[in-house]
């Protein structure tokens, strides 16, 4: 009986090896691709003016506070208990203010991120169907994103990067 099992189990595994020995597996280096990318460069470009515009905005809010606080500092003594309490709570809430304008802007979901996200939406479709078709075209089953963390791969090949095959699916041509 222990011998019809050791053949059970060895004919199992072979059942199982084979095809997991004919996938191809393949990775790319996402990174790379977008840095090559002309479309991702103007897209950059176009976010740096943006959030320098909004960091303008917020030092300029921020520059404000500092020169209400400065005025207070030295009128302090000319106001009455009433007087500088007002003035401190108008600087409280332009702190405040500035405060939520960071958070709207530059905050998690805010409005930095999401222009990012919605003009590399259309960029990144085009290079996952780039990557779908070279996938395809190449049979393989799997293809690792390089970029995406040193958890994701630990050892590389060279011989199945493709990610030059996605910048040809994308039509860029090596510049180097």
């Known amino acids: 009986m222990n011998?019809?099992?050791k053949?059970?189990?060895?004919?199992?595994?072979?059942?199982?090896?084979?095809?997991?020995?004919?996938?191809?597996?393949?990775?790319i280096d996402s990174e790379y691709i977008l840095?090559?990318?002309?479309?991702?460069?103007i897209i950059q470009g176009e976010l740096q003016k943006?959030?320098?515009?909004?960091?303008?905005?917020?030092?300029s809010l921020d520059q404000e506070i500092k020169d209400l606080s400065t005025q207070l500092k030295?009128?302090?003594?000319?106001?009455?208990?009433?007087?500088?309490?007002k003035r401190l709570e108008e600087i409280k809430a332009k702190?405040?203010?500035?405060?939520?304008y960071n958070s709207r802007i530059f905050g998690i979901n805010g409005m930095y991120y999401q222009k990012q996200a919605e003009l590399l939406q259309?960029?990144?479709s085009k290079i996952y169907d780039a990557i779908e078709r070279v996938s395809r075209r190449n049979n393989l089953a799997v293809l690792f994103d390089k970029a995406a963390g040193p958890s994701a791969i630990i050892?590389?090949?060279?011989?199945?990067?493709?990610?030059e095959f996605v910048l040809d699916e994308l039509g860029i041509e090596d510049n180097n």
């Open 3 to 5: 011998k019809f099992l």
């Open 7 to 27: 053949i059970v189990l060895l004919l199992l595994l072979s059942l199982t090896a084979g095809p997991l020995a004919a996938q191809k597996f393949g990775y």
């Open 35 to 41: 840095n090559r990318h002309p479309d991702y460069k």
């Open 50 to 59: 943006l959030s320098a515009e909004w960091k303008k905005e917020a030092q």
């Open 74 to 85: 030295a009128e302090e003594v000319l106001l009455t208990e009433e007087m500088y309490q």
């Open 95 to 100: 702190q405040k203010a500035s405060q939520e």
């Open 122 to 124: 259309p960029l990144q």
């Open 155 to 163: 050892y590389t090949d060279p011989r199945h990067d493709y990610s």
